[in-house]
């Protein structure tokens, strides 16, 4: 949809530093990783976020600006949808184990890329150069509105973008052609639909980041003793394994868990949702006034 000059103010939250275990969202991580004792004073830094939101309370996070573990920051391969449901007055994210609708780009081979998964993140982010790739415009799935990010590195302007689908699977399941092209192994995807996103703006930095919207929905487990590597454009990329599956899986004997506390001022969704604009009764996945959002995750 055109863009408007129409500005809000996302109550969202970006962490910059994730760490090497998976998370179930409903309050517990999990790894295969035996996890020591770490004492305050062996962390980087603690530091606070906190985003301004027009009309509604102040939101803060407290992550942890630390190494992770094992020297991996676990990652993924994604691609996006044009999926959206333009009669869900409830604006949540709809879970899926495939895709569906159209891939974007639109009439291509569809895009494929990687991003950091990083439960401190409340909204999923596309880089600017991959947003380009996907080319949200070309789908009919471009937003109206901007969302300001605060982190410790300061404020940057984002941009939203209509309701679509997000599916990303481990690097297990991913190989490169001709050293450029991403692809997926055949039903390797889950993720979930009618989800807004943020995209960065032109000159933007900021990364490709798969947040706490899918950790809503699916336990996460990152296998810290399974590393993996991707060779794309030059560049080698390590995760270590991650796997999406079914809330409140059983783990399997060696794994460690933390619990989570989730927190939110307004209470917390059951799943991820965006504030609609109402611009359109006819579809109010069209021009959503924030992206789709998850509530904070708080080590206990």
Same mark, same amino acid.
């Given at each position: 949809m055109e863009r408007l000059s129409r500005r809000t103010y996302a109550a969202v939250v970006l962490a910059?530093?994730?760490i090497g275990w998976g998370s179930t969202a409903r309050g517990e991580l999990s790894s295969d990783l035996k996890i020591p004792v770490i004492q305050l004073d062996e962390l980087s830094s603690i530091h606070e976020i906190k985003l301004l939101s027009a009309g509604a309370p102040t939101f803060t996070s407290l992550p942890l600006n630390s190494p992770p573990i094992n020297g991996?920051?676990?990652?993924?391969?994604?691609?996006i949808t044009d999926e959206q449901a333009p009669n869900d007055f409830n604006f949540a994210s709809h879970?899926?184990?495939?895709e569906?609708?159209?891939? &974007?780009? %639109?009439g291509q081979s569809q895009y494929f890329t990687t991003a950091v998964f990083d439960t401190g993140s409340?909204?999923?982010?596309?880089?600017?150069?991959d947003a380009q790739h996907f080319d949200f415009d070309d789908a009919n799935r471009t937003g109206d509105s901007t969302a300001d990010i605060a982190g410790a590195s300061g404020t940057e302007t984002t941009d939203v973008t209509d309701a679509v689908g997000v599916y990303a699977t481990g690097f297990n399941?991913?190989?490169?052609?001709?050293?450029?092209?991403?692809?997926v192994n055949p039903g390797s995807l889950v993720g979930q639909w009618n989800t807004s996103v943020l995209t960065a703006e032109s000159g933007s930095s900021l990364p490709n980041l798969i947040g706490a919207p899918m950790a809503a929905q699916y336990q996460t487990v990152i296998s810290n003793t399974k590393p993996l590597h &991707?060779? %794309?454009n030059n560049q080698t990329l390590r995760s270590p394994q991650v796997n999406f599956q079914t809330l409140s899986t059983a783990l399997p004997s060696g794994y460690s868990k933390l619990s989570l506390s989730v927190q939110s001022v307004?209470?917390?969704t059951h799943d991820p949702v965006f504030f609609p604009s109402l611009e359109d009764f006819e579809n109010v996945a069209d021009n959503p006034s924030t992206p789709s959002f998850f509530a904070s995750l708080f080590a206990k």
């Open positions: 910059a530093g994730a991996f920051a676990p990652q993924v391969v994604f691609g879970k899926a184990s495939s569906g609708g159209h891939t &974007l780009p %639109v409340q909204s999923h982010l596309i880089s600017f150069n399941n991913a190989s490169v052609a001709g050293g450029t092209t991403l692809s &991707l060779s %794309v307004n209470g917390v």
